[in-house]
């Protein structure tokens, strides 16, 4: 079971399992492990404490950034998730990035933007379908049909909070005109388009 991991060089924080989505492309239905790590299936959410003692065995000052993506949705533990990012900021002096599905206001049942303020220095946030129907049948999100505009209303809300915002597309999951329409949503709000 492994927390933290190394991934293509960058230095990744397993924060919990527990996803709104069912993506049919998520890279959990076919491997339990990426990068370094032995299994990023967790038994159990690790505990802040656990957390910080698992980056002291890392250099992580050799990391530009350290990254909150694992095999779930890292804002599903928001309050852990801004605790562990002060205490990197602090004591590593280093980046933080958040890879998340864009979904926390509606998993917290308020605007969640504003907590990043200060504390996340990069989003990058997971649009993967063109409209609210599409992304309902590739993502299942537990949130159903609402889920999309959300995640729209999210981008918006982080570009005011967060230096650098991105939204990404898997480009196998898609067709060539929903990736077309993603890469022009983000044009049209202003963030950076990433495929993936």
């Not at 050799?62 to 993506?69: A, I, N, P, T």
């Not at 928001?78 to 979904?103: D, S, V």
């Not at 590739?138 to 915002?165: M, T, W």
Request: proline share 4%; with cysteine.
């Amino acid at each position: 079971m492994s927390i933290v991991y190394d991934y293509f060089g960058g230095l990744y924080i397993n924060l919990t399992n527990k996803c709104p989505n069912a993506c049919e492309f998520c890279i959990r239905n076919f491997t339990d492990s990426l990068g370094d790590a032995d299994s990023l299936v967790l038994k159990e959410d690790p505990t802040i404490d656990e957390v910080k003692k698992e980056l002291e065995s890392w250099d992580v000052r050799r990391y530009d950034e350290v990254v909150f993506c694992g095999y779930g949705e890292p804002t599903e533990r928001l309050p852990e998730l801004l605790e562990l990012a002060r205490h990197i900021k602090a004591k590593y002096g280093r980046q933080i990035r958040l890879n998340t599905n864009g979904l926390a206001d509606l998993i917290w049942g308020r605007p969640t933007a504003p907590d990043l303020k200060g504390v996340i220095d990069a989003v990058s946030i997971s649009l993967n379908e063109a409209d609210a129907q599409k992304y309902l049948d590739l993502c299942h999100p537990r949130f159903g049909l609402q889920s999309y505009d959300a995640i729209i209303k999210y981008i918006e809300d982080v570009k005011n909070y967060v230096p650098y915002v991105a939204v990404s597309v898997v480009t196998h999951a898609i067709s060539a005109d929903s990736l077309q329409r993603c890469r022009e949503k983000a044009e049209e709000l202003g963030v950076v388009f990433k495929m993936r």
